[in-house]
C-alpha cells in the first residue's frame, strides 16, 4: 500500500476551501482567528482581570454563565 503524503499547502487550501463551503467566508475567518498568534500577553490580561478573584470565583461565574444566570 502507498501512501501519498500531501504537501501542507494543498491540504490547507483543501481545508480553507471546505471550511467556506461550510460556514461562508466571514465565520471562516472568525474561526480560523482563534488560532492566529495574538499581540498580547494573556498572563498579565488574565492577572488584570481576575485578580481579586480566588479560582471557586471563577468556577462559580463560569457556571452561572453557562446556565444563563449572570
Known sequence: ???RIQPIA?????????????LGVVDTIR???Q???GNRDYTV???SLFR???AEEIIAE????????A
Open 1 to 3: 500500500m502507498t501512501v
Open 52 to 54: 481579586d478573584m480566588t
Open 31 to 33: 474561526f480560523l482567528n
Open 62 to 69: 463560569i457556571k452561572s454563565r453557562r446556565t444563563g444566570g
Open 10 to 22: 494543498d491540504i490547507n487550501q483543501r481545508a480553507n476551501q471546505a471550511l467556506i463551503g461550510e
Open 35 to 37: 488560532f492566529r498568534a
Open 45 to 47: 490580561e488574565r492577572d
